[in-house]
């Protein structure tokens, strides 16, 4: 697929950085989460009792009405045992799939801005009313001028405003964070979340990282990716074919064992052959970003957010699945090393791992299992407790940026795993896929894949 040069297509003037925009931002998020805030506390003065899920209703539709990264953020922070309380964790992670629909005036200026006056001539129909809704866009079904299903992603507007004003309140909140709790120092983290958020706000780089993920899942026949229509995509909108199949949820309801155990492992294949054939993860695996067919294969969507790692980072990740597995101190020093921690004490070392045994721990076992037999909510909690007491205790780490997506696909991909209630030879799976891992190996095929896509020189 070539995608068109960024310089092909006209700009979007509502998209622009604008000092306007982000004053006009920081005024949103301070009333909506002031505001919030403001009701919590008084009720508390006056010796009100605290109602947790009223907070955590009133906190999503907040964070729903503002859109952007402030929701993302929410989603990463629901997506970790114990970092909120869990009647908060449980309002947002639905945020993404339920965020309010903008109305027909909205997507008729946004369309004409990105397409031209006689847009709709484009297209054999346009669906009004969005079918999905997420935090930097909403999408709508559309029928192609030679009868192709399409899905039209178009961002909302000021976009780019949006994302830098939230940015700076982020880091703001993060070194507020930091004083309060010397645990975790969230600066990497912070720089992390700021490139891929901008990197979202680009759908020709989404175009390309689609194009990317067809090379790379080009032999699974369990997982399907769109295709791009380049005619009817701009750097704030991005056409590709619609992709049929049900939500997660509504399949791992009513199916049976055997296609539940099918579905979990495509959803594996779909993370980790990209990740250790190639160095590149999807970073977003929440239930709103694919869909189940018929014959259990998945759909994959939204590709704003992934991350290409160095060969040896990968290999870090094995080293140290290795390291537990044989209880080698030293290959595990080396794994944390590669990867950017410095300065770690034993202690620290093993603190570390303790998080990492939880993490791997379905990897461990020749046997078919549940996820949650070792991974539950519950000792996930107690888990990350004893950790952060202990971090806390012994001066504090800080995370390299990397691990923000790594950690997130590994514990979102967990949660569908639980919700399928799959029981998986999980060693087995991981066995095979990096059966055969070699760092110059990967580096070849890392190369050759991401200029292919568009992503490399």
Partial sequence: MNVPPKESKPASPVSENTLRGRVKRYAQVGGAIGGLAARTMGGRMVGGKRDSAKDAEGLKRA??????????????????????????AQELAHLQANAPHMGWPFVNRRMTTELGPGWKARFKSFEREAARAASLGQVHRAVSKTDEALACKLQYPDMDSV?????????????????????????????????RLTEELDYGNEACNMALYRQMLALEKGVHVPDVFDALSTRRLLTMSWLEGRPIKDVAADADQKTRDEIAVNMFRAWYVPFYKFGVIHGDPHLGN?????????????????????PEFVKGVIDLYRALEEGDHELAVSAYETWGFVG????????????????YAPLMEDRPRLVEETNAAEYGRETVTKVHKELKRLGGVKPPREFVLMDRAAIGLGSVFMHL????????????????????ALKK?????????????
């Fill in 163 to 195: 994302v830098a004003a939230d940015l700076r309140q982020l880091k703001l909140i993060f070194a507020a964070y930091r004083r309060f709790d010397p645990a975790i120092d969230p600066s990497d983290i912070h720089a992390e979340i700021a490139e």
């Fill in 290 to 310: 694919y869909t189940v067919r018929d014959d259990g294969s998945v759909n994959l969507m939204d590709f704003g957010c992934i991350r290409i790692f160095g």
């Fill in 445 to 457: 095929t890392q190369a050759t894949a991401l200029k292919k896509a568009g992503l490399g020189s």
């Fill in 421 to 440: 209630r799959a029981e998986v030879n999980w060693y087995r799976l991981f066995q095979e896929t990096i059966e055969g891992f070699d760092v110059d």
């Fill in 344 to 359: 770690l004490s034993r202690e620290m070392i093993e603190t570390l791992n303790i998080w990492a045994s939880f993490v």
């Fill in 63 to 88: 964070l729903g009405g503002l859109k952007g990264p402030l929701m993302k953020v929410a989603q990463i922070l629901a997506s970790i045992p114990e970092a909120i309380p869990p009647e908060y």
